[in-house]
């Protein structure tokens, strides 16, 4: 977010999305919060009035996520793509484009949290599992809403599970490697699949 826009918020608003995403591009621990005073620019006392400790902060920026999936994530596919299958690809592209613009050093910001904090600090990792979900009931939304162009036997709910992982683990090969052929490569394997059920279910489906 530039630093135009931040001004122009909240003071609790600007620390937020400051740290949320200092703690994308750099890390949980590797984040001061010098850097997040600097980024929002606020002073220490404005900081400690809206947060307790780091740990508050943390639990208040995946609050953050928890409140604007719709807005951030699936608002912008959704205005643009009315195919429900092809919004779920359009959903995985988001994240294709924010590997491109951070040379695939971003990563998800909630996969991020899940790695870094999710096995020490209870409450956030209670929050990344909310965040997750609500991201695989999105997704869940769009295969229902594909009706019988998928098989009807299909279990989309475990569907909905497997295309978070494929996303997940495509990001997280994409980082390691420093290349999008990784993601790419996993979403393309991942679309010839969905293409397969379609065609299962075209084969099925009563004439007429």
Known sequence: MSQ?????LPTRDRIVL????LFWLQGYEATSLAEILDKAEVNSGSLYYFFKSKEALLLAVLEWYLANLNR???DPVFSRVTDPIERVFGILDGYRIGLTMTACTGGCPIGNLSIEVGDHI????????????NWRLAVLQC???AGSRLPQDLDRDELATFVLTVMEGAVMQARARGSLK???AAIQQLRNYV???EAQAA???PAG
């Open 4 to 8: 135009t826009v931040l001004e122009k």
């Open 18 to 21: 400051a740290a949320g995403e």
């Open 72 to 74: 951030e994530v699936l």
């Open 122 to 133: 209870p409450a956030a990792r209670e929050k990344i599992a909310q965040n997750f979900e």
């Open 143 to 145: 295969l229902m809403d």
């Open 182 to 184: 990784p993601y790419d």
């Open 195 to 197: 293409r397969q059920l």
């Open 203 to 205: 084969a099925t489906r």
